[in-house]
């Protein structure tokens, strides 16, 4: 094998990888979230165990967008083409929202509302997709700035794995606003808020804050770090 074709194979390689996993991840994410649903609507499930499986689900598809930012990280640092792993990411997320529909119509759940299911489906992927956008530009802001830096300690602050955490904000914060408008909405339609009910909004925050911001910024850096590690020790360092 031609040596210099060896990069490009194994960091092709490495991009049909992620995309394997991306599709693993919304492959687990979308059982339980189905399993959340049937755990909710059997009175005889358990309230924490439907709880629970909701939790895992939500933290299965922040993971499956960290995983996504990590992974552009990684490529964007090593000089790859970003082209075909956006694309990818774009596709695993599609084919996710996909399988919720069909998961929804072959389970008789959509009724007479197919239409404004894939609506709705549609903007999720194109919410998705514009932070995924807004994570690939703060990644290639950081790395011009790491390419500019002039010493060492200024260019430890724009490493990879810094720029595949803070890719992760815009989309946290993004989830955290929405909330916000959710609140406001809440406050404006109903009065006297029981205590019941400001410790569930109070909860909400914190959910959104440790599973988008903390959990996402923390598996996008590790994601990051295991690409990188595995695209160069296949020879695949630009």
Same mark, same amino acid.
């Given at each position: %094998? ?11 390689? $490495? ?23 049937? $755990? ?22 922040? !993971? ?11 490529? $964007?640092?090593?000089?790859?083409? %970003? ?17 919720? =529909? ?10 007479? =509302? ?67 408008? =959710?609140?406001?909405?809440? !406050? ?23 599973? =988008?911001?903390?959990?996402? %910024? ?21």
């Amino acid at each position: %094998m031609n040596a210099a074709t060896q990069p490009k194979r194994s960091g092709g390689i $490495a991009v049909l990888c992620v995309f394997a996993a991306l599709l693993l991840l919304a492959a687990v994410g979308r059982t339980v979230s189905y399993l959340s649903a049937a $755990a909710a609507s059997d009175i005889a499930c358990p309230a924490w165990l439907a709880s629970l499986a909701d939790y895992g689900a939500e933290l299965i598809a922040a !993971l499956r967008v960290a995983v996504s930012l990590g992974a552009l990280a990684a490529f $964007a640092y090593q000089d790859r083409r %970003m082209t075909l792993p956006v694309i990818l990411c774009l596709l695993a997320a599609f084919l996710d929202y996909a399988a919720r =529909y069909v998961i929804d119509a072959v389970s008789g759940n959509l009724g007479d =509302y197919g239409t404004i299911a894939v609506l709705w489906l549609l903007g999720e992927f194109l919410y998705e997709a514009v932070f995924l956008f807004a994570g690939l530009w703060v990644i290639l802001v950081l790395r011009k700035r790491y390419r500019a830096a002039e010493n060492p300690r200024k260019r430890a602050k724009y490493t990879a794995l810094h720029a595949a955490a803070y890719a992760v904000l815009p989309y946290a914060v993004s989830r955290i606003l929405a909330e916000i408008w =959710y609140l406001v909405d809440f !406050l404006l339609t109903y009065s006297g808020v029981t205590s019941t009910e400001i410790a569930s909004i109070v909860g909400s925050f914190l959910r959104i804050t440790v599973i =988008y911001g903390a959990f996402g %910024m923390l598996a996008s850096a590790a994601a990051c770090r295991v690409i990188g590690r595995s695209a160069r020790s296949a020879g695949g360092d630009a």
